[in-house]
């Protein structure tokens, strides 16, 4: 497997079931993971922030505007069916564990296929966890279809990356100021 597909991820993270694995039937999963020095429900309230930001280069995908880096009051009360990072709706999610989300916007589907992405995360000690991505893709019909989807890979593992490592460093930062 390449790094496009399995950045930061063990075989065991690889081989555990994800709730996006309900969601679609795949043709390609990706995975994507990081360390994280916080407790897993500081990290847990600090992704769910991608209710309403990206996260990963605010000035390509999230039109300039910097994504919050302050916590946000109630941002962990989560209801099926809300909108995530503009292009994907929450289809489930358990409180400090995961949250799963599909790709809903039309032109988004077009070019990509289906995706489900459910964005784990997993205690490794109580103060410490790991943050995981598995995104499942049914890529769109046809040669470009399946190109697009290769292509995915690649342009996700950045976006992907920057992401989880910009929460990691957030909820660290959220845990530090509880924890003296």
């Known amino acids: 497997m390449s790094i496009a597909r399995t950045w930061g991820t063990t075989a065991a993270e690889r081989a555990r079931a994800y709730p996006c694995d309900e969601i679609i039937d795949p043709a390609d999963d990706l995975f994507r993971g990081v360390d994280v020095a916080a407790p897993a429900a500081v990290t847990y309230r600090r992704l769910c922030h991608v209710k309403v930001a990206p996260y990963s280069y605010d000035w390509l995908d999230n039109r300039g505007r910097r994504s919050p880096r302050e916590l946000i009051a109630g941002i962990d009360d989560l209801a099926v069916g809300e909108r995530m990072m503009a292009i994907f709706t929450l289809v489930g999610f358990r409180r400090d564990e995961h949250l799963t989300v599909r790709l809903t916007a039309p032109r988004g589907r077009r070019l990509f296929g289906e995706i489900a992405v459910t964005y784990a995360v997993v205690p490794t000690s109580p103060s410490t966890c790991r943050l995981l991505a598995k995104l499942r893709v049914t890529p769109a019909p046809g040669v470009l279809g399946r190109l697009r989807t290769s292509l995915l890979a690649w342009g996700d593992l950045v976006m992907m990356r920057k992401l989880l ?11 530090a100021a509880i924890i003296p």
């Open 165 to 175: 490592l910009t929460l990691a460093r957030l909820a660290e930062r959220d845990a």
